[in-house]
């Protein structure tokens, strides 16, 4: 027998004699720390039927020796002949009871013996991260046990070297008629540490139990020297420090400082970073709301507004859907300066009749429309989005329902939501809403119809139109309502109203107006310029 008096492995080949007849181990099974284990299993048709039981024994025998779960020792087994096959992966099982049920259903394949082939589909596939295998830099030792009973097929050297080359730590266990070049060419260095040649079972249970200590190895980090500030991870024979979310390893690899995450402009946050455990987090100065994508911010305070809201709340959007259209619409207030002198919203649904939820003088800030909003109740039935348009002309934007007289000049807008065909005319009514200077948008999900959203939005449509394919991917429409619908100019949220025919408001309008006739009469000036200028460079090619 080659190398047994110098390696751990003699304890997994004791495994391959019957379980019945092994000694049991005193205590917990091995704790040597994490480890990524796959078994190569060869089960050519030269693997006698005894032989694989015996194999199959073995694998049995060694999990019930070893700390296995999702944090310590994760088993993967694969056999091979002229193809390879996956029993199970690395990320499979995390009960060992499960792992023996799998291999004792083993059935072997019977046909040639491509322990190369093996050898790199583990190197590939069984020790990929997809499979279960920890990342490099989780630095847990990965290994690969191979047993087989011949001579390869084909070439195993380079692909050995390779797996090797990856980390991958090879034993190779050759029992009876294996080639002892093949499990050398295979193996890791030292070789009499990673090859084993097993002539009889008859001598494996008299090693066994003196190189159980050397496979499970001392644990460095429970003998409380090892230095790390935070925490100690174990490995065969060493160990390596790791340190508590949002800290990193010092230089001296056992020191942990705080990460900054904010610093040295580590972040793309439009406002203010905050460095937490998890990473940086972004904050908006007062008066504004973090955006979707985590890092923008945006306010609508720079002018009052009077916005109804008109939702489709027929059959054909469905329960689930209409609470994404509401949560949706409780995303539009978030960026708006709900408040009585400021933006108010009133809320109208509609399917083949039209129900107002709440008017738009009834809530003064943006926690109780939001509120509201979460209980409106779902109607079902038709889409009478003409409907919809004739009462929110009529009613919504009236004085008794909430909305400031046109004399304050408050801009009106409306925003209808709606996923489908409406089974009334829409031109009267979306022609007359923006007749009476109501500014349009519209919002189609779905199966809406573009030809009817852009009748009734005001224009040009590509600022007042939106469209979203599916529900669950509309939030996007977001970044282009709050743009529009926050006006960039227009009365201050801070500005008191006054009525237009005071005094005072006559004078500030004069200037306005004076103001706005001088920058046209500049505008003229530049432009009859310009014409002059093409009417000379005309007369010149001629």
């Known amino acids: 027998m080659t190398g047994l008096l110098c390696s751990p492995l003699p304890v997994l080949l004791l495994l391959l004699w019957p379980w019945e007849t092994q000694p049991q181990f005193a205590g917990p099974g091995c704790r040597a720390g994490p480890l990524d284990l796959v078994f190569v299993i060869d089960s050519s048709r030269s693997v006698r039927p005894f032989e694989f039981e015996t194999m199959r024994q073995f694998l049995v025998g060694l999990l019930r020796s070893l700390d296995v779960g999702p944090n310590a020792t994760r088993v993967g087994v694969i056999q091979y002949s002229s193809q390879v096959q996956s029993v199970f992966p690395l990320s499979a099982f995390s009960r060992r009871e499960d792992m023996e049920r799998a291999i004792r259903a083993l059935v072997p394949l019977a046909q040639g013996t491509m322990t190369g082939l093996a050898i790199q589909y583990a190197m590939n596939v069984a020790f990929s991260v997809a499979e279960g295998a920890r990342p490099p830099e989780a630095r847990v030792p990965r290994v690969a046990v191979i047993v087989t009973d011949g001579r390869p097929q084909d070439r195993v050297a380079e692909v050995a070297a390779q797996a090797r080359a990856r980390g991958i730590e090879i034993y190779a266990v050759g029992v009876q008629r294996a080639d002892v070049g093949s499990l050398r060419a295979m193996a ?154 400021g933006t108010r919203v009133g809320l109208v649904q509609f399917s083949s009749r039209v129900r107002t939820e709440f008017p ?76 009476e200077g109501i500014v349009m948008y519209a919002v189609g999900v779905g199966k809406a119809v573009e030809e009817e959203l852009r009748k009734i939005a005001s224009e040009p449509a590509e600022l007042h139109v939106s469209y979203s394919p599916d529900f669950g991917t509309m939030t996007h429409l977001l970044e282009n309502l709050k743009g529009s619908i926050c006006p960039e100019e227009g009365i201050s949220a801070g500005t008191e109203l006054r009525s237009p025919c005071e005094c005072e408001s006559l004078v500030e309008f004069q200037g306005r107006t004076l103001g706005a006739l001088e920058s046209l009469t500049q505008k003229l000036v530049q432009l009859t310029a310009r014409l002059e200028d093409l009417e000379n460079q005309l007369a010149i090619q001629k």
């Open 188 to 341: 890791s260095p030292p070789l009499d540490e990673h090859v084993f040649l097993v002539d009889s079972f008859d001598l494996i249970q008299e090693f066994g139990l003196q190189f159980q200590g050397q496979l499970c190895g001392k644990d460095l980090c429970a003998e409380g020297e090892h230095g790390c500030q935070h925490q100690c991870v174990s490995a065969r024979g060493t160990f390596h420090c790791t340190c508590n979310p949002g800290y990193q390893l010092a230089a001296d690899n056992k020191s942990c400082l705080a990460i900054d995450h904010c610093g040295f402009g580590n972040h793309s946050c439009q406002h203010e970073c905050v460095s937490t455990f998890g990473g940086p987090q972004c904050r908006c100065r007062e008066g504004h709301v973090l955006m979707p994508d985590g890092r923008s911010c945006q306010g609508c305070r720079e002018g009052h507004v009077d916005l109804v809201l008109l939702v489709d709340g027929s059959k054909s959007v469905r329960p689930q859907n209409f609470e994404l259209v509401k949560r949706f619409v409780n995303q539009i207030v978030d960026f708006l300066d709900v408040s009585p002198e």
């Open 360 to 435: 738009l003088g009834r809530y003064g800030t943006a926690a109780e429309v939001k509120q509201a909003v979460l209980a409106v109740e779902y109607m079902e039935r038709g889409t009478m989005t003409g409907l919809a348009l004739r009462h929110m002309v009529e009613h919504s934007f009236s004085e008794a329902q909430g909305a400031r007289p046109r004399a304050l000049n408050v801009p009106r807008v409306g925003l209808v939501f709606t996923d489908g065909r409406s089974q009334d005319d829409i031109s009267v009514w979306a022609a007359r809403a923006k007749e």
